[in-house]
């Protein structure tokens, strides 16, 4: 993910890509808000909808999780899904200015994005 300017936290608009892997599928760039508070990591996600047929154009997730330092852990829930939970977790690293997030995806049945 990346962020247009330096900042102190993680808090604002970012933009960012997720690929699959052994390119099962084409990469899926997403938008996020996010809000970083003591610690704790908030915010909202909007991608194209690539996963669920049943949902609309475009897929909707809230995030909660932490930032430690450069780490950043978070679990993306989707609000799409009816009655099927799917969540992601995402751990990475934020660069130095806080403007760009290096990590891996992993859904709940442990399938690395």
Same mark, same amino acid.
């Given at each position: 993910?990346?962020? /247009?300017?330096?900042?102190?936290? &993680?808090?604002? $608009?970012? %933009?960012?890509? +997720?690929?699959?892997? /052994? ?6 760039? =997403? #938008? ?8 704790? &990591? $908030?915010?909202? @996600?909007?991608?194209? *909808?690539?996963? *669920?047929?049943?949902?609309?154009? =475009? &897929? +909707? !997730? ?5 930032? !430690?330092?450069?780490?950043?852990? =978070?679990?993306?829930? +989707?609000? /799409? =899904?009816? #009655?099927?939970?799917?969540?992601? @977790? +995402? ?7 806080? %403007?760009? @997030? ?8 442990? %399938?690395?994005?």
């Amino acid at each position: 993910m990346d962020k /247009d300017e330096s900042y102190s936290d &993680l808090s604002g $608009s970012w %933009t960012g890509v +997720y690929d699959y892997p /052994d390119h099962q599928a084409d990469p899926v760039t =997403f #938008n996020a808000i996010l809000a970083e508070t003591a610690g704790s &990591l $908030s915010g909202e @996600i909007i991608e194209p *909808n690539t996963i *669920n047929p049943e949902a609309g154009k =475009f &897929l +909707y !997730a809230s995030v909660t999780g932490s930032v !430690a330092g450069s780490s950043v852990r =978070f679990m993306k829930f +989707y609000e /799409d =899904f009816d #009655n099927d939970v799917h969540e992601v @977790i +995402y751990e990475g690293t934020a660069d130095p200015s806080l %403007t760009r @997030i290096d990590g891996r995806w992993t859904t709940i049945e442990e %399938t690395p994005w």
